[in-house]
């Protein structure tokens, strides 16, 4: 059965403290592992998408890594404004709906000044 | 571009009634749709998948009975929680997938938070 786990629940971030969040996943056949970010009482807003081991993808401060059973997303220099729940999904295939997100529960990241 | 704009962003409702929550893709054609529900610091669950001119596929465990599925056009698609119940209360989310079909991404409505009192 797909899984996706993520580490920590929880993170809380000086303001400019770097770090990274885990997300390991099992799935038999991946066909594309997503990061989403999630503010309070919203919808998910897409951040990447990763294909295949080794691939990386940078958008600002934020950089996603992906390996045969893990994804990181590192988080550099983090403002305020990154505050929020960081969400990994992997694409599965569902035997009644085609190809929909497993979701992990997330990392929820606060950064403080 | 790829936009579901989904509503409404609240709801609350007595117990026994029925809400309707809507989800239009604005300048792209939705040939699916994903709903899924997230309770507090949970992950978000997929509840079902809706197919423009077809019948929905539900997740195992869900009531289609008790969540209707219409997605008459390509451009909307809803779901109706019919006599709902506090245990009902939650943030229910649609997607679609875009950018050529499944192997791309997935564009998120905003979200509704239904409460039944």
């Known amino acids: 059965e797909d899984q996706v786990t993520q580490s920590p629940e929880a993170l809380r971030l000086q303001e400019g403290e770097s770090s990274s969040l885990n997300c390991s996943y099992t799935?038999?056949?991946?066909?594309?592992l997503f990061w989403y970010r999630q503010d309070p009482g919203k919808g998910p807003e897409f951040l990447f998408t990763?294909?295949?081991a080794g691939e990386e993808k940078e958008k600002e401060r934020l950089k996603a890594t992906l390996t045969k059973k893990e994804s990181f997303l590192h988080i550099t220099a983090p403002k305020p404004e990154d505050s929020a729940t960081y969400l990994c999904?992997?694409?599965?295939?569902?035997?009644?709906?085609?190809?929909?997100?497993?979701f992990g529960k997330g990392t929820s990241l606060l950064v403080t000044p | 571009g790829a936009v579901v704009s989904q509503h409404p962003s609240r709801v609350i409702c007595k117990s026994g009634t029925s809400v309707k929550i809507e989800c239009r893709s604005l300048?792209?054609?939705?040939?699916?749709m994903f709903w899924y529900r997230q309770f507090p610091k949970q992950s978000l669950m997929l509840m079902a998948t809706?197919?423009?001119?077809?019948?929905?596929?539900?997740e195992q465990g869900v009531e289609k009975d008790k969540f209707l599925i219409n997605h008459a056009s390509l451009t909307l698609s809803t779901l109706t929680v019919t006599s709902a119940h506090p245990e009902d209360s939650s943030f229910y989310i649609c997607?679609?997938?875009?950018?050529?079909?499944?192997?791309?991404?997935?564009?998120f409505g905003s979200g509704t938070r239904l409460t039944v009192v």
């Open positions: 300048d792209f054609q939705a040939t699916t």
């Open positions: 809706s197919n423009e001119g077809s019948k929905a596929t539900y």
């Open positions: 990763l294909y295949s």
């Open positions: 997607s679609a997938p875009i950018g050529g079909g499944h192997g791309y991404g997935y564009t």
């Open positions: 799935v038999s056949g991946l066909r594309g």
């Open positions: 999904a992997v694409q599965a295939l569902r035997s009644n709906s085609g190809y929909a997100l497993n």
